[in-house]
């Protein structure tokens, strides 16, 4: 099974990956790590593939490049070695339980490079766990922004995508309670949004309003990198995105 770990910066992508990847192996599953992130220094688990062995940030700063500049030709240069990069990772998904893929910190370097098609294209039926925080979910639009980024993902990668909040131990009970419900009830989310006078909320409805004839109903998971809640959850999501028992409604 293969699970890749999308998000903006600070989302949590390289924790949830050592964290839940050190949950699968408590419970008995092999677990391999696969590291795309150029920029990163540091890693919580030992990654069976990394693109650092090929090209860093840091050796291209050096050459001169700022970073973002060096972001962006890493990633130019890692595209000549992808189809060795997917032979490795199909290798591993044929021996092992779970493959987990770690991406970019700067998510628009994985989503609209062609490395990162590439990759996705080539495996074998992918689930992608978009994550995103709390801090940015303040306004009934941001809930909109959330879930049609979601579909956003299925379209640029082919891969069926859900909806990982992440850093719920940050959240008050209460507080999360009023997420969930802006979260999974499109109908009230939508009769929030009609309330919006602003052209920003006309918008949000706009597309709220046809998201559910574009996208099955997936499961949103809650979840905590640092505590673990959410992983037994996405887990099952895993499960069932790769068996015929069930969809991920």
Avoid: W
Wanted: glycine content about 8%; aromatic content about 10%; proline content about 5%.
């Amino acid at each position: 099974m293969i699970l890749i770990f999308l998000g903006t910066a600070g989302s949590g992508k390289t924790t949830i990956t050592a964290s839940f990847g050190g949950y699968l192996e408590k419970n008995g599953n092999s677990v391999g790590y696969v590291n795309l992130d150029t920029g990163v220094k540091k890693l919580p688990y030992k990654p069976d593939i990394d693109v650092r062995d090929i090209i860093t940030v840091e050796e291209l700063m050096k050459e001169g490049y700022g970073p973002n500049g060096a972001i962006v030709e890493s990633y130019d240069r890692l595209l000549s070695h992808a189809d060795e990069i997917l032979s490795g990772i199909l290798e591993l998904d044929e021996e092992l339980d779970y493959l987990l893929i770690d991406t970019p910190g700067q998510m628009e370097s994985f989503l609209f490079h062609e490395f990162g098609m590439r990759i996705t294209s080539g495996l074998k039926e992918p689930l992608a766990a978009y994550l995103f925080g709390p801090d940015i979910l303040r306004r009934p639009s941001d809930y909109c922004f959330v879930k049609f980024f979601a579909i956003m993902i299925d379209l640029r990668l082919g891969t069926t995508t859900v909806p990982v909040l992440n850093k719920v131990d940050l959240i008050r009970e209460e507080e999360l309670s009023s997420i969930r419900r802006l979260l999974e009830d499109i109908d009230y989310l939508n009769a929030r949004l009609k309330l919006d006078p602003s052209m920003q909320g006309f918008l949000a409805y706009r597309i709220c309003s046809f998201l559910p004839e574009v996208s099955p109903p997936v499961r949103v998971v809650y979840a905590s990198a640092k505590t673990g809640e959410g992983f037994d959850e996405l887990e099952t999501l895993s499960y069932e995105h790769y068996c015929t028992c069930g969809d991920l409604t």
